[in-house]
């Protein structure tokens, strides 16, 4: 299985998304969310290119939905690098930078 890593940006995103599960639904609904999308970011590390291209976001982009959320990635030699983790109903072209290796990683 591929490696995955995350940029500063979706490490945020995905503790929004925890924290408004949590608000909204609960602890036992924000775990398995949470949980779910997890699951989610293993499957597309062990098959890196099985999310259809985005050339109309950005060179390299890939996306696939978990959940209401819509995770934006790239592959790299690794695995892949988890640029955002929006909801779907945001745009992708007004929230994403065209070039995903200007973003910051994650301290891992």
């Known amino acids: 299985m591929g490696e995955i890593e995350y940029t500063q940006a979706a490490v945020e995103d995905i503790i929004e998304a925890g ?3 949590l608000l909204q639904w ?3 609904q924000k ?3 949470i949980a779910n999308l997890r699951v989610r970011l293993d ?3 062990a098959f890196p290119f099985s ?3 985005r050339p109309d976001i950005g060179l390299g982009y890939r ?3 978990s959940g209401s959320h819509v995770i934006y990635y790239v592959v790299v ?3 892949i690098r988890v640029i955002r983790f929006m909801p779907g109903v945001r745009d992708p072209a007004r929230h994403l930078l065209s070039d995903p290796f200007e973003y910051r990683l994650a301290e891992q």
Do not use: I, K
Request: no cysteine; net charge neutral; hydrophobic share 40%.
């Open 19 to 21: 924290v408004e599960s």
């Open 26 to 28: 609960g602890a036992d």
């Open 31 to 33: 775990a398995r969310y």
């Open 43 to 45: 499957r597309l590390a």
């Open 51 to 53: 999310a259809p291209a």
């Open 63 to 65: 996306s696939t939905p």
């Open 77 to 79: 030699p690794a695995g």
